[in-house]
Each structure stands twice: as structure tokens, then as C-alpha cells.
């Protein structure tokens, strides 16, 4: 079966969240049957609830609208070829459990971005 958009994003979202999260710690947390949740990550099931897109997105704290375009229930904005992420570093930075020589690399890289950016609005 063809992974669909939703699947390829909860199995990465997942990831970003740590290293240590199971499917079993996603259903303690969010209620949702580990047994459907491994089925949405392998797209097997691919419309789920928007309840159940809610509860993801609380727990993996992404938008719920990113969640509701990667199901397929929303259209992408025109133009925005963006992937799905966390709201903020921070919440990547929590589960992501960096070194001090990986946060050295996204602080230098999101330094490289931020003056980019600045060059190109003058």
C-alpha cells in the first residue's frame, strides 16, 4: 500500500518527539488504540476522526489544521509547499533530546536563515 501523506508525517512527528516514544506511550497519552495508531503510520487507515487528528495534534503540538491538510480534509494553501512541524523549536528541542554539538548546529543554522532573510528584505 502507498504511504499517504498523514502516515509518512505521524511516523516523523513521532521521531521528533523522542527516540523513546512508542505507540504504547502515544495511546497512554492520548487515549487513541495503539493498534490504530500503528495502522494511520502505516496507511492502512487513512481518514481518521478529526477527534482524532485533535488529540495528535495536541500531543505532538502541531496545528491541528496541518494535521486536518496532511489527512487530506483540508486543501493546502496555494503555494506552500510546507511539511507539517511543531509549532515552535522549543517543543522540537524537548523530544528531540539534542547534544550541546547538534544545538551548536541549529543555532548556527537558524543564525545562517535569520540573515538570509535579512539580506534578501533590504
Given at each position: 500500500?502507498?504511504?499517504?501523506?498523514?502516515a509518512?508525517?505521524?511516523?516523523?512527528?513521532?521521531?521528533v518527539?523522542?527516540?523513546?516514544?512508542?505507540?504504547r506511550?502515544?495511546e497512554?497519552q492520548t487515549?487513541?488504540?495503539n493498534?490504530y495508531l500503528?495502522?494511520?503510520?502505516?496507511g492502512?487507515?487513512t481518514?481518521?476522526?478529526?477527534?482524532?487528528?485533535?488529540?495528535?495534534?495536541?500531543?505532538y503540538a502541531?496545528?491541528y489544521?496541518s494535521l486536518?491538510?496532511?489527512?487530506?480534509?483540508?486543501?493546502?494553501?496555494?503555494?506552500?509547499?510546507?511539511?507539517?512541524v511543531?509549532?515552535?523549536v522549543?517543543?522540537?528541542?524537548?523530544?528531540?533530546?539534542?547534544?550541546?554539538?547538534?544545538?551548536?548546529?541549529?543555532?548556527?543554522?537558524?543564525?545562517?536563515?535569520?540573515?538570509k532573510?535579512?539580506?534578501?528584505?533590504?
Open positions: 500500500m502507498a504511504e499517504s501523506k498523514l509518512k508525517e505521524l511516523e516523523r512527528l513521532r521521531q518527539k523522542g527516540r523513546n516514544v512508542s505507540l506511550e502515544v497512554r487515549g487513541i488504540s493498534e500503528s495502522q494511520l503510520e502505516r492502512i487507515a481518514k481518521p476522526a478529526p477527534d482524532v487528528l485533535q488529540k495528535l495534534s495536541k500531543f502541531v496545528s489544521e486536518l491538510i496532511a489527512a487530506g480534509y483540508l486543501k493546502e494553501p496555494r503555494g506552500d509547499k510546507h511539511r507539517v511543531p509549532r515552535d522549543e517543543t522540537i528541542a524537548e523530544g528531540a533530546q539534542f547534544s550541546s554539538s547538534e544545538w551548536e548546529e541549529v543555532r548556527d543554522f537558524m543564525t545562517f536563515i535569520a540573515a532573510r535579512h539580506r534578501g528584505s533590504k
